[in-house]
C-alpha cells in the first residue's frame, strides 16, 4: 500500500513538473515615446578589474509620442555613467529628469541594462511622476532602447516601450 501511495505522489509531482515547463507567453510592448538626448563630453570616473566607469552630462532633449507631438522635455543636470567592459559590453546607469508638457509636472527616470558602448542598449527604466496625464507609468513595466548614429557619441534615440 505505501508503494502505490508513493508511486502516485511521484506521477502527481512529474505531471506537476511538466506542466511547470510549459513556457509563459512573450510580453508584448507598444511604444510610448521616442526622444533624441543631446551628451556632453564623455569622461572617466574610474577602473577596476570589470571595467572602465564612464560619465556623459546629458545637456539636453525631448521626447514625442508615436504621433511626434512633444510631450516632454529633458532637464538639464541628468546623466548617463556606466561600466565599459574589456570585452567591449556596457553596462549604463542613466538618471533622467523630465518636464511633461501637457502639465509641467517634473518625472524622473532611472535606467539600467546592458549593451554596447555609443552602439545600442536595452535597459529596464524605473519611471516616477505626479502628473494626473502620465502616473500610470510609475507601475508599469518598461523599457528603453538607446541607439547612437555611428561615429556619433554626442546624440542619442531612446525609445520607451511599455508592456501591454
Do not use: C
Not at 566607469?53 to 543636470?77: C, E, H, M, Q, W
Not at 554596447?116 to 527604466?125: A, G, P, R
Request: net charge negative; proline share 5%; aromatic share 12%.
Amino acid at each position: 500500500m505505501r508503494t502505490l501511495a508513493y508511486l502516485s505522489s511521484l506521477a502527481t509531482f512529474f505531471v506537476v513538473a511538466a506542466q511547470a515547463l510549459i513556457p509563459a507567453t512573450p510580453p508584448q510592448f507598444e511604444t510610448l515615446f521616442v526622444g533624441a538626448l543631446e551628451l556632453g563630453d564623455v569622461g572617466t570616473i574610474s577602473n577596476s578589474t570589470f571595467g572602465t566607469r564612464v560619465y556623459a552630462p546629458i545637456s539636453g532633449g525631448n521626447f514625442t509620442d508615436p504621433s511626434g507631438k512633444l510631450v516632454a522635455t529633458v532637464l538639464p543636470g541628468s546623466a548617463d555613467t556606466g561600466i565599459a567592459n574589456a570585452a567591449g559590453f556596457f553596462f549604463p546607469q542613466v538618471v533622467l529628469n523630465l518636464r511633461w508638457e501637457v502639465d509641467q509636472k517634473l518625472a524622473y527616470l532611472r535606467a539600467e541594462g546592458v549593451g554596447k558602448l555609443f552602439e545600442s542598449d536595452l535597459n529596464y527604466l524605473h519611471l516616477e511622476t505626479d502628473s494626473e496625464t502620465y502616473s500610470a507609468l510609475n507601475s508599469r513595466f518598461l523599457l528603453v532602447n538607446v541607439s547612437f548614429t555611428e561615429g556619433d557619441p554626442t546624440h542619442s534615440v531612446v525609445t520607451i516601450f511599455g508592456a501591454v
